[in-house]
Antibody, heavy 118, light 110 residues
Framework: QVQLQESGPGLVRPSGTLSLTCTVS????????WNWIRQSPGKGLEWIGS???????NYNPSLKSRVTISVDTSKNQFSLRLNSVTAADTAVYYC????????????WGQGISVTVSS | QSVLTQPSSVSGAPGQRVTISCTGS?????????VHWYQQLPGTAPKLLIY???NRPSGVPDRFSGSKSGTSASLAITGLQPDDEAHYYC??????????FGGGTKLTVL
């Protein structure tokens, strides 16, 4: 059974960089797309971006200038970096797996709450 | 303002049937891209409920079904149960925006 686990700081200062890692267990990171999604308090889901195991990426145009998603296949992990954060970036961040020939997200992490505040 | 439009809330009594709509445009659902549905119980991560318009992952009861037509899709839940009370989100692909979600619908079981 594939499991995903987010990790990282729960508090980030304004104008700083949000850095999160998703560790994949129970399966290889290869041959799948790996996604980051966030949910602001009381709001809906927002797709941040995705990465294929080769390192190719796609980003939400509204966040593209501030986002980097990378992979470490040796550790079966992928990561999210979001620069120049503001209070609007306060959210629960989820990592999720996407199949190689489809666009649905079949496995999700439990989510990690990140607050942007001084 | 979400790219995919869902009603903010729906409700139904136990045993009844409810439907949740998801309306897109010619750049996403209308372009032929598949629609997926997720269920989010309070305080938990979203769970895949329907994929590729009308397919259920293993373990999802057949009380849940999906359909798609034109620029819209629908999720139907029959035999409504108290445990179905949750938020439901549709998701598709958009030629400009990549992966997009609906704003979510809160289902209340009366």
């Amino acid at each position: 059974q594939v499991q995903l686990q987010e990790s990282g700081p729960g508090l980030v200062r304004p104008s700083g960089t949000l850095s999160l890692t998703c560790t994949v267990s129970g399966g290889s990171i290869g041959n799948y797309y790996w996604n980051w999604i966030r949910q602001s308090p009381g709001k809906g889901l927002e797709w941040i971006g995705s990465l294929y195991d080769s390192g190719s990426t796609n980003y939400n145009p509204s966040l593209k200038s501030r986002v980097t998603i990378s992979v470490d296949t040796s550790k079966n992990q992928f990561s999210l970096r979001l620069n120049s954060v503001t209070a609007a970036d306060t959210a629960v961040y989820y990592c999720a797996r996407e199949g190689p020939v489809t666009t649905h997200l079949d496995y999700w992490g439990q989510g990690i709450s990140v607050t942007v505040s001084s | 303002q979400s790219v995919l439009t869902q009603p903010s809330s729906v409700s139904g009594a136990p045993g009844q049937r409810v439907t949740i709509s998801c309306t897109g445009s010619s750049s996403n659902i209308g372009a032929g891209y598949n629609v997926h549905w997720y269920q989010q119980l309070p305080g938990t991560a979203p769970k895949l409920l329907i994929y590729d318009n009308n397919n259920r992952p293993s373990g999802v009861p057949d009380r849940f079904s999906g359909s798609k037509s034109g620029t819209s899709a629908s999720l139907a839940i029959t035999g409504l149960q108290p445990d179905d009370e949750a938020h439901y989100y549709c998701q598709s692909y958009d030629t400009s925006l990549k992966k997009v979600f609906g704003g979510g619908t809160k289902l209340t079981v009366l």
